[in-house]
């Protein structure tokens, strides 16, 4: 099932949602790459950062939203820098083209990635890192929550679909997945403990990510009463301080993997 993505509402947290990208790019090994292919780019904000930090590559930003390519777009500095559509579960490059490629955040909604390892590690070339993040918060409140009114309440056949808990690999099984495929990896998680201010704060968080995939298959009577219930158990779970700010942590997962 498509999502429709929101750009501006994704930007929304801006700074707090690029903080794992950069974290995970300060681990790639690659100093000087040529070539860099960043899947799952979104709007293009962090992959435009990438000119600067590595000024000799050139770099690919590949999205399946015309939504967030259109904003991304904007950023592009060709031939530097580029913005195409495409599926990153279809994406198959040429082997040993690429010098990094980077996922930020995208991985978690493509099931069974895993598989897709050995043609990515094909494609890196010698010294070549495979670098992702991704969400590993599917347990924390913010989304039982979410899987549970969607499963309780009128809309639960219609979302039946995106209900069920993404899959995604505990570190020790990526790791194992990796360095079976003859790769050598490093594996690590961070919890970020994100400081969120304003009305509903977790509430307008998940609008620009998770909530996305069930908003967009209720009927348009039903948003208005489905957010609101989502916002009311939100809150009791992510209390504000007595200053107005919302602490969310915030689990992912880190992945920096070369061709052995």
Request: proline share 9%; with cysteine.
């Amino acid at each position: 099932m498509a999502t429709a993505w929101d750009p501006d509402q994704y930007l929304q947290y801006a700074s707090e949602r690029e903080r794992p990208f950069w974290d995970l790019v300060a681990r790639v090994p690659a100093r000087s790459p040529g070539f860099v292919v960043d899947l799952g780019c979104g709007p293009g904000t962090a992959t435009a950062g990438l000119l600067e930090h590595w000024p000799e590559a050139a770099i690919l930003g590949i999205d399946s939203s015309e939504a967030m390519l259109e904003q991304a777009k904007a950023h592009e500095a060709p031939p530097r820098l580029r913005f195409e559509r495409g599926d990153i579960a279809t994406w198959a490059p040429d082997d040993e083209s690429v010098d990094v490629i980077l996922s930020n955040a995208a991985f978690q909604w493509i099931p069974g990635h895993s598989a897709l390892f050995s043609r990515w590690l094909a494609a890196l070339a010698p010294r070549g890192a495979l670098a992702f993040q991704v969400p590993a918060n599917f347990d924390s409140p913010s989304h039982t929550l979410l899987r549970q009114l969607a499963t309780s309440g009128p809309w639960r056949d219609r979302l039946a679909g995106v209900a069920e808990r993404p899959q995604i690999p505990e570190p020790q099984e990526y790791y194992r997945q990796l360095t079976d495929l003859g790769a050598n990896a490093q594996v690590w998680e961070t919890t970020y403990y994100h400081v969120l201010t304003g009305t509903d704060p977790v509430l307008e968080w998940m609008r620009g990510t998770g909530l996305r995939p069930f908003l967009g298959q209720l009927m348009a009577d039903e948003v208005a009463p489905f957010t609101r219930s989502y916002a009311e158990a939100l809150r009791e779970a992510y209390p504000p301080s007595p200053s107005g700010e919302t602490l969310y942590p915030f689990r992912r997962v880190f992945v920096v993997a070369g061709r052995s």
